[in-house]
């Protein structure tokens, strides 16, 4: 029997206040080197300057305490 591996994906949406590409650069590193996010982006042309993140976990509280520390304004985006 073949088994597969399900892992379950959770999009969290931010708004911020990187907004250049210079900023996205010197946060890049610090999201890369979360083994929880599987992928992300930043919005620049958006008003809220929005990260988009894919993670293995929905706590968006890491990755607000992480963008803080770098020295951005984050905070979630709900509906």
């Known amino acids: 029997m073949n088994e ?3 892992t379950q ?4 949406i931010f708004r911020t ?3 250049s590409k210079r900023h996205v650069r010197s946060i890049s590193h610090l ?3 979360q083994t929880e996010i599987l ?3 930043i919005d620049l042309s958006d ?3 929005v990260l988009r993140i894919e993670a293995r976990q ?5 990755v ?4 803080q520390q770098a020295g951005y304004a984050c905070e979630e985006l709900t509906d």
């Open 4 to 6: 597969e591996k399900f």
């Open 9 to 12: 994906e959770f999009v969290l």
């Open 17 to 19: 206040n990187i907004n």
């Open 31 to 33: 999201l890369d080197g």
């Open 39 to 41: 992928k992300w982006n």
């Open 47 to 49: 008003i809220d300057k």
């Open 58 to 62: 929905p706590d968006c509280r890491p």
């Open 64 to 67: 607000i305490a992480l963008v």
